[in-house]
């Protein structure tokens, strides 16, 4: 059975950093592209960032390009996400999200942290 | 851009149908999408990919009352003999070179 468990998350106050991470189990984590998906309070799902299986290719959707860094353990089978400068409107629960084979959609997802950014 | 259109709200009695719509921006007709549920206090879950020509696979343990169909750019997610768990948000998820996509989500509520 797949598992994806993030952890994490927390209050930071605002230009403040945190780090996140996704332990995965259940399936071959190194085949798999992994994302980052949120969603703000009252909001809906935003994709934030994938990573390919190897590490080698990324991609961040505008409003964390730049601050946010998404990585990989292969040897772990852990994904992470650095926040850096961190903003109130990047409060949100952040889930964790295993790709299919060809990286397209979404066919796991763990249960979330949330991410507070408040003073 | 790669825009996906969803009616922010639906409802529905117990025991009946409800179909939900996904609509493609022009120039996207032809992509598949997948279907997600969002229940309340939960992590979301993998319903299904939905192609253009209809086809679609189901993620694990996701019941018959779940399916899918298409028409144009707009794909659709029917769930039938409707239960008090079906009341959650749904997105619809598509994808492009390097980006993912979500529709801005149905709440569905049954009566």
């Known amino acids: 059975e797949v598992q994806l468990v993030e952890s994490g998350g927390g209050l930071v106050q605002p230009g403040g950093s945190l780090r996140l991470s996704c332990v995965a189990s259940g399936f071959t984590f190194s085949t798999y592209a992994m994302s980052w998906v949120r969603q703000a309070p009252g909001k809906g799902l935003e994709w934030v960032s994938t990573?390919?299986?190897?590490?080698?290719?990324?991609y961040y959707a505008d409003s964390v390009k730049g601050r946010f860094t998404i990585s990989r353990d292969n040897s772990k089978n852990t994904l992470y996400l650095q926040m850096n400068s961190l903003r109130a409107e990047d409060t949100a629960v952040y889930y964790c999200a295993k790709d299919d084979g060809s990286g397209s959609f979404f066919t796991n997802w763990g249960q979330g942290t949330l991410v507070t950014v408040s003073s | 851009q790669l825009v996906l259109t969803q009616s922010p709200s639906a409802s529905a009695s117990l025991g009946a149908s409800v179909k939900l719509t996904c609509t493609l921006s022009s120039g996207h007709s032809n992509y598949a999408i997948a279907w997600h549920q969002l229940q309340p206090e939960k992590g979301p879950r993998y319903l299904m990919m939905l192609s253009s020509d209809g086809s679609h696979s189901k993620g694990d343990g996701i019941p018959d009352r779940f399916s899918g169909a298409t028409s144009g750019a707009e794909r659709y997610l029917t769930i039938s003999s409707l239960q008090s768990e079906d009341e959650a948000d749904y997105y619809c998820q598509a994808w492009d070179t390097g980006i993912r996509v979500f529709g801005g989500g149905t709440k569905l509520t049954v009566l």
């Open positions: 990573l390919s299986n190897d590490g080698g290719d990324t």
